[in-house]
């Protein structure tokens, strides 16, 4: 139970990381649109988003070493709901009572599923032959989501959370393999493994870049939606981690899912003030800023209120 404990703090904190990360990012899509790869590579914001997201990961990475998948992973829904106080401070407002209905069902949601996903330390790893499997599925499940077309943000957005979501459990799998003692810490399970955690993490890293090009409300839902379940799938199947309670746990745990589902997309949806639909870069929920201020300001420093002691009109 205390390693619990322990992966599900560092979850906290690696997930208000992410938060900030994402909302750099999306503000800084929105200024560079269109833009080249090397002129983004060149903004000191993009390595500043890069800097949080190697934080989060690293904590992430702990976390795994003290919490099974089933229980660490979903708590990256908490991203979302650290967003929301985040974009309103950046916006020059207040959270509305719909975005806290959303926090608190994703906070319900994801308390049932920590009641029944709870469980020891992770000690199983994954094979050589069981990651380069599914390395190879994922891959072609990539390939296919982010295929040329138009409007790609959401579809982008569920390619990233699945990269994201294996990176994970091969995270896992290198950092139980490298820290148990009974191998080598040079051994080519270790290496091989770390090596496409490290193409996954860049892939899911990029493929989020572009889908927060249309907005950051529904693309961080998807990530934060296929995150979960693509490592809930390896854990369970793979991995050897159960649910706790039996049917009844199984109950709960879908019923937390479905709760926590809802939230997320109640957050995504929220949008304070009038935003017309044909909006050509509509920020969603989570930020709630105007449209063009993503063009002009730091993407991160806050704005700051023309009038000292009132909050900025939307």
Same mark, same amino acid.
């Given at each position: 139970?205390?390693?619990?404990?322990?992966?599900?703090?560092?979850?906290?904190?690696?997930?208000?990381?992410?938060?900030a990360a994402a909302v750099a990012?999306?503000?800084?899509?929105?200024?560079?649109?269109?833009?080249?790869?090397?002129?983004?590579?060149?903004?000191?914001?993009?390595?500043?988003?890069?800097?949080?997201?190697?934080?989060?990961?690293?904590?992430?990475?702990?976390?795994?070493?003290?919490?099974?998948?089933?229980?660490?992973?979903?708590?990256?829904?908490?991203?979302?709901?650290?967003?929301?106080?985040? $974009?309103?401070?950046?916006?020059?407002?207040?959270?509305?009572?719909?975005?806290?209905?959303?926090?608190?069902?994703?906070?319900?949601?994801?308390g049932a599923i920590l009641v029944?996903?709870?469980?020891?330390?992770?000690?199983?790893?994954?094979?050589?032959?069981?990651?380069?499997?599914?390395?190879?599925?994922?891959?072609?499940?990539?390939?296919?989501?982010?295929?040329?077309?138009?409007?790609? $943000?959401?579809?982008?957005?569920?390619?990233?959370?699945?990269?994201?979501?294996?990176?994970?459990?091969?995270?896992?799998?290198?950092?139980?393999?490298?820290?148990?003692?009974?191998?080598?810490?040079?051994?080519?399970?270790?290496?091989?493994?770390?090596?496409?955690?490290?193409?996954?993490?860049?892939?899911?890293?990029?493929?989020?870049?572009?889908?927060?090009?249309? $907005?950051?409300?529904?693309?961080?839902?998807?990530?934060?939606?296929?995150?979960?379940?693509?490592?809930?799938?390896?854990?369970?199947?793979?991995?050897?981690?159960?649910?706790?309670?039996?049917?009844?746990?199984?109950?709960?745990?879908?019923?937390?899912?479905?709760? /926590?589902?809802?939230?997320?997309?109640?957050?995504?949806?929220?949008?304070?003030?009038?935003?017309?639909?044909?909006?050509?870069?509509?920020? /969603?929920?989570?930020?709630?800023?105007?449209?063009?201020?993503?063009?002009?300001?730091?993407?991160?420093?806050?704005?700051?209120?023309?009038?000292?002691?009132?909050?900025?009109?939307?």
């Amino acid at each position: 139970m205390t390693a619990t404990l322990v992966a599900v703090a560092l979850s906290l904190v690696s997930a208000v990381a992410y938060a900030a990360a994402a909302v750099a990012q999306e503000r800084l899509a929105a200024r560079s649109s269109g833009t080249g790869t090397l002129r983004l590579l060149a903004a000191g914001a993009w390595w500043a988003s890069v800097g949080l997201n190697a934080g989060a990961a690293l904590l992430h990475v702990v976390a795994l070493k003290y919490g099974p998948l089933t229980v660490v992973q979903p708590l990256g829904a908490l991203t979302l709901v650290a967003a929301v106080p985040m $974009g309103a401070r950046v916006a020059g407002r207040k959270v509305s009572s719909a975005e806290w209905r959303g926090t608190a069902l994703t906070l319900a949601g994801l308390g049932a599923i920590l009641v029944t996903a709870s469980g020891q330390a992770p000690e199983a790893v994954l094979s050589v032959p069981e990651a380069l499997a599914v390395a190879g599925g994922t891959t072609a499940l990539i390939g296919a989501l982010a295929r040329p077309g138009a409007k790609p $943000g959401l579809r982008h957005a569920t390619a990233s959370g699945f990269a994201s979501g294996v990176a994970s459990a091969l995270t896992q799998t290198v950092t139980v393999a490298a820290t148990d003692r009974s191998g080598s810490l040079l051994s080519w399970q270790v290496i091989g493994v770390a090596l496409l955690v490290a193409a996954f993490a860049a892939g899911g890293l990029l493929l989020s870049q572009t889908a927060y090009r249309g $907005g950051l409300g529904a693309p961080l839902a998807m990530v934060t939606l296929a995150n979960p379940l693509a490592a809930a799938v390896i854990g369970l199947t793979l991995l050897g981690e159960r649910l706790q309670g039996g049917a009844a746990g199984i109950l709960l745990a879908l019923a937390g899912a479905g709760l /926590a589902s809802w939230g997320v997309v109640l957050l995504t949806r929220t949008t304070p003030g009038f935003v017309p639909a044909d909006e050509e870069h509509p920020v /969603a929920a989570v930020l709630a800023l105007e449209p063009e201020s993503a063009l002009l300001e730091n993407p991160l420093v806050p704005r700051q209120p023309a009038d000292p002691g009132h909050l900025t009109p939307l």
